[in-house]
């Protein structure tokens, strides 16, 4: 996976973590923040991925894992950021 097709993940991923959280209509946080928070943990875990040799480029174990930390991410920030 090159970076044009993490950047569509993190965007993929931002979109619907945001739409389909529980709290998304409490939440303060826009979509496009949910995305950019998408795209920045999917790149991080490429990132972090490559530098502890836990998968090369295009390996397929890198779209699972870039996956869910971008989901967890866009959950979390969607959680913390509602309104109380």
Partial sequence: MGWPGLVVLGIVVG?????LHPLYRASRVRWFIAVGVGIVAAAAAKMAG???????????FEWPVC??????????????????
């Avoid at 979109?15 to 739409?19: F, I, V």
């Avoid at 490559?50 to 397929?60: A, E, I, M, R, T």
């Avoid at 996956?67 to 109380?84: D, E």
């Fill in 15 to 19: 979109l619907a973590g945001w739409r």
């Fill in 50 to 60: 490559n530098v502890s040799g836990l998968f090369y480029d295009g390996g397929v």
């Fill in 67 to 84: 996956t869910a930390v971008a989901f967890i991410a866009v959950a979390v920030t969607v959680g913390l950021a509602t309104r109380r």
